[in-house]
């Protein structure tokens, strides 16, 4: 009784992982990439260990250069 | 055909509009592609969101983490849904295509005619699943205890269970999520715009996108105000029939 109630939470949780794996992989890939360089973001297979840049959330916040100087 | 938008002096256009409309076939290939859009996404939508539901009802531990983190792709804006699947599927740079290609399947999801219906059908069960898991687990965790307990006495297994009382009892949970979601999948195109723009070969052009056209494409108003009201037509016809379904649940 006891080990089936193990493997029955076993599935459950597999499941559980399973259907979490369908729902934010494209989220995780899409906060990865934010943090990637472009030459790396179109890297195929994609490189899970990277140094992370945050250079497009700065551009975001404060504008990409001054137009002034122009 | 008179493409005009003369303001100052408009001319009642008479039923012209309408048979213009309805004469044309793309109307109707629209509308049946709105069809296999609509009931193949509900369809999917319905099973998995419902599975999931129990899914987490029935997890002993972090229910709450578990389905918080579900919910995400709710929260994921349309435009950028579509953005994101875009990339994910792209021949060249695309994870899910490489994915595609290393189980064998060596296809291009949007630029197939026979897949790209199958690859927005599956954007938009990505992202509003859990929408349906959401209504359905509230409704889960408003059963009451009882008739649970007299099946355990009775010797009930867990499907019996799910079967015979959980199904049933949110039965009009499941009308509501189905209702919000047909009438809101109906007029639908923001992942199609994104993505493959009613292609390829018009394979994904839903009846959304047809009116888009109709209006912004052809600047044709008038018949895209006809065609605006037939998908107005249809929302109201399958609100009363699922509203229909919810006044019998109380019977």
């Known amino acids: 009784m006891q080990a089936k109630r193990a493997m029955l939470h076993a599935v459950l949780y597999a499941l559980m992982a399973l259907s979490l794996l369908w729902a934010l992989v494209p989220i995780l890939h899409m906060v990865l990439s934010s943090m990637k360089t472009q030459v790396n973001m179109f890297e195929m297979p994609p490189r899970l260990r990277f140094t992370p840049t945050f250079d497009v959330y700065g551009e975001m916040f404060l504008g990409r250069g001054s137009f002034r100087s122009f | 055909m008179d493409y005009s938008l003369d303001m100052d002096r408009p001319r009642f256009a008479g039923l012209r509009n309408w048979t213009e409309t309805l004469t044309d076939a793309a109307f109707w290939q629209s509308w049946g592609r709105t069809l296999v859009y609509a009931g193949g996404g509900l369809i999917a939508q319905l099973a998995l969101g419902c599975a999931v539901a129990l899914l987490l009802y029935h997890i002993p531990r972090f229910r709450n983490l578990f389905s918080t983190l579900f919910m995400l792709p709710l929260f994921v804006a349309p435009i950028v849904t579509g953005l994101l699947w875009r990339f994910l599927l792209d021949p060249t740079c695309g994870l899910y295509h490489r994915v595609l290609h290393t189980l064998g399947l060596d296809i291009q999801p949007l630029g197939d005619p026979a897949w790209a219906m199958c690859a927005v059908i599956l954007m938009d069960v990505w992202e509003w699943t859990p929408l349906i898991t ?28 799910i079967r015979y009382i959980l199904l049933p009892m949110v039965r009009r949970m499941i009308a509501v999520a ?15 715009v994104i993505t493959t723009e009613g292609g390829p070969a018009d394979a994904t052009k839903t009846i959304g996108y047809y009116l888009m056209q109709v209006a912004f494409r052809f600047q044709d108003i008038g018949a895209a105000a006809s065609v605006g009201l037939t998908m107005l037509l249809a929302s109201i016809l399958m609100g009363h029939f699922f509203v229909k379904v919810l006044k019998s649940g109380e019977a």
Do not use: C, F, H
């Open chain 2, 134 to 161: 959401i209504i359905v687990l509230a409704g889960l965790q408003t059963v009451p205890e009882e008739p649970l307990e007299a099946a355990d006495v009775d010797g009930a297994n867990a499907w019996q269970k």
């Open chain 2, 178 to 192: 189905l209702l919000v979601r047909s009438m809101d999948i109906l007029r639908y195109v923001d992942t199609i």
